[in-house]
Nanobody
Framework: QVRLVESGGGLAQAGGSLRLSCAAS?????????MAWFRQAHGKEREFIAA???????????YYADSVKDRFTISRDNAKDTVFLQMSSLKPEDTAVYYC????????????????????WGQGTQVTVSS
């Protein structure tokens, strides 16, 4: 069983920054899996934010939603089995519950975008951005 625990959420002002962490434990290592961040705003569907996918040939490749590109950065510390989401230039529309997710390496980038393709999820952490 794999357990994912997010932390680092909270209240930020528009233009500010937050860093989310997702620590993995259990019978897996994140280094050879795909890890992603999704978010879900109140009354909306869960939305893809960022992912890091592993491939034996190229190593890690990162992917971002257009809405967060150049503002958010996903990274991981394999030694600590932790993935991070550095969020900068925050906007009120970034307000949501943020979830991390894990799956085996994805065969294509389109797979990474779909919540139902992930095997494990964290419980979520609330991010609120005030204007």
């Amino acid at each position: 069983q794999v357990r994912l625990v997010e932390s680092g959420g909270g209240l930020a002002q528009a233009g500010g920054s937050l860093r989310l962490s997702c620590a993995a434990s259990g019978r897996t290592f994140i280094r050879s899996n795909a890890m992603a961040w999704f978010r879900q705003a109140h009354g909306k569907e869960r939305e893809f934010i960022a992912a890091v996918n592993w491939d034996a040939w190229t190593g890690d490749t990162t992917y971002y939603a257009d809405s967060v590109k150049d503002r958010f950065t996903i990274s991981r510390d394999n030694a600590k089995d932790t993935v991070f989401l550095q969020m900068s230039s925050l906007k009120p529309e970034d307000t949501a519950v943020y979830y991390c997710a894990l799956r085996p390496p994805a065969p294509s980038s389109s797979v990474l975008l779909r919540p139902n393709e992930y095997d494990y999820w964290g419980q979520g952490t609330q991010v609120t951005v005030s204007s």
